[in-house]
């Protein structure tokens, strides 16, 4: 049974005219400027294909050296159709995916120690398996759906990137398996990762807007994995040679068992497979860490104060990871903070924060200018693992318009403007949180019942950013070169305003008579009383505050009527 990725389709894509299909990989890269977006199973295997994808570019092209060989690209507005097949003919005996020595980022033969085998529920995180048993599964481990091969082949990118941590059944020929188990297997090779990662309005601007410039990388040493020696059970804990083999690391030993089926299109189905523990990233010292970051493109990074002492190095940085509860733009800091790579000399005065080495290449004064004009968007993904990592717990997925002027490495004004937007927001959902805290006491709730007032701030909280979040990605989509920060601040204060405004004239429409009366809070001469005048007025000046700085002051807008801010000291 054959099954070659690099000429049988599997990737689902939506064309620029609007109709779909399944391309291979060579299609897929020849087409990729006639490819509108990747058509996946789940958000989270765009990065490991779109890095299976730069992995394969940055071979077949031999580039780009720097900023003016990808310049000299952007301007053919096409992948180099002859240097792609080249290459892919060269390697096409690695991307069969049920070859017998060397199948696809998998292991010939691979066999468990046990002698058992699992079923495909495994690779796909939303289906039962074992203990990770998803809430609501509508499947069972016991009789999963067969995979196809293409299928199959976008699942087995998926574990290498995603999978759970902890105990791995041990395989055939690894030599650190003890009573036929790996233990200490760390989460796939993205799961420690906020990944983010920039989109263009092709996957030709995709792909483009990820190939970074290869000059200073370890030479002949930074391969994929398709490139080096066939994977076996044995697995080694190392440091990556560069970005190439962190694009295509093999997280796991894998191997898929196909086997005929006449129900599943093209005849063969994939039921069965191997699981085992592979290749750990080496982050025990600093310096490996340092090496991680700048070797890692698509996150943003954190000072870490605790590494530091712990591996007794001057500059430790630790992915930021993406939380949950919170929309992405909530969260915008992390991913504008610059990207430089400070020398350890320089540890004392080094940034809390660094961004995405990959936005901050679109910053650069090239990229600027290919791009202007073009609408970009950012794509977030992470996964919330728990239980010491052994189950995932929820999938983070998001995206937000990128304006290309906001990453500008020359001009930190839309920057600026950008966090400041980010910040005046919170401040203000901060002020509507309070209102709801002090209507709450004032109509009766102690403030000793701290859970009960937890409840009424988080609920005004929510539905205050889920009324922010469209206006706000609206907002950010119309920042332009030709526009000016301080208009476009302005006008966002007013929007915010108006709608956090809309918000408290809820809250205080549906309060309890008893509030207007009021409720005694405190002792002795802290004692307060709160009712529901003492609230607005609070509510009012600490929106105020949050906003003030964002208005132009050469500027009234149609309610801007100071009396309503006004409040005794």
Request: aromatic share 6%.
């Amino acid at each position: 049974m054959e099954f070659n990725l690099v000429d049988d389709d599997w990737l689902p894509v939506v064309f620029t005219d609007g109709s779909t299909g399944e391309v291979s990989l060579r299609e897929v890269l020849v087409r990729a400027h006639e490819v509108r977006s990747l058509a996946l199973d789940v958000p989270s295997q765009v990065p490991p294909v779109v890095r299976l994808l730069l992995a394969i570019a940055h071979r077949a092209l031999g580039g780009p050296a720097d900023e003016k060989q990808w310049q000299v690209w952007w301007d053919k507005a096409a992948f180099n159709e002859a240097a792609v097949n080249c290459y892919l003919g060269e390697h096409r005996s690695r991307f069969g995916l049920f070859d017998a020595q060397a199948p696809f980022m998998q292991g010939g033969g691979l066999q468990a120690l046990n002698g058992k085998t699992k079923t495909a529920a495994l690779l796909v995180p939303h289906v039962a398996s074992g203990n990770n048993v998803p809430l609501f599964s509508a499947e069972r481990d016991a009789q999963p759906d067969a995979l196809t091969p293409a299928e199959a082949a976008r699942w087995l990118l998926h574990a290498h990137a995603w999978d759970t941590a902890a105990i791995k059944t041990g395989a055939v020929g690894d030599e650190k398996a003890k009573a036929g188990k790996t233990t200490g297997n760390p989460v796939g090779a993205l799961g420690q990762l906020g990944v983010i990662m920039p989109m263009g309005p092709t996957l030709w601007h995709t792909l483009m807007c990820n190939l970074l410039p290869t000059a200073g990388a370890a030479g002949g040493e930074d391969l994929p994995v398709w490139e080096r020696p066939p994977l076996t059970g044995q697995w080694a804990e190392r440091m990556p040679k560069g970005r190439l083999e962190l694009y295509t690391w093999p997280a796991r030993r894998i191997r898929l068992i196909p086997e005929p089926d006449a129900d599943v299109p093209g005849g063969v189905a994939v039921r069965q497979v191997v699981v085992c523990g592979g290749d750990r990233i080496a982050l025990s010292t600093g310096q490996e860490l340092l090496g991680w970051m700048s070797s890692e493109p698509h996150s943003a990074w954190k000072r870490s104060e605790n590494l530091e002492r712990k591996r007794k190095f001057p500059l430790v940085y630790w992915p930021v990871r993406h939380r949950v509860e919170r929309q992405l733009w909530r969260g915008l800091a992390p991913l504008l903070a610059r990207a430089e790579l400070p020398s350890t000399a320089a540890a004392k005065d080094a940034p809390t924060l660094r961004g995405p080495a990959v936005l901050a290449q679109l910053g650069t004064r090239e990229r600027l200018s290919a791009l202007k004009g073009m609408p970009l968007r950012v794509l977030a993904v992470g996964f919330e693992y728990g239980n010491q990592s052994a189950v995932i717990d929820e999938a983070y997925g998001d995206e937000l318009p990128l304006p290309i002027a906001v990453l500008s490495a020359q001009d930190d004004d839309w920057r600026n403007a950008v966090l400041d937007a980010v910040a005046a927001a919170e401040g203000a959902v901060r002020a509507l949180a309070y209102l709801a805290e002090n209507l709450a006491v004032a109509s009766g709730c102690r403030r000793s019942e701290e859970g009960l007032l937890a409840g009424h701030r988080e609920r005004a909280r929510e539905t205050a950013y889920a009324e922010l979040d469209a206006p706000f990605r609206r907002w950010l989509a119309s920042l332009t070169d030709d526009a000016d920060p301080d208009e476009a601040l302005d006008r966002w204060a007013h929007e915010v305003r108006q709608i956090i405004r809309s918000q408290a004239r809820e809250l205080l429409a549906s309060i309890s008579p008893a509030a207007f009366h009021g409720q005694a809070s405190g002792e002795g001469d802290d004692a307060q009383v709160m009712d529901a005048f003492l609230a607005e007025i609070f509510f009012h000046r600490a929106l105020h505050k949050a906003l003030r700085e964002l208005f132009d002051t050469d500027t009234d807008g149609p309610d801007d009527d100071p009396t309503d801010l006004e409040h005794p000291e």
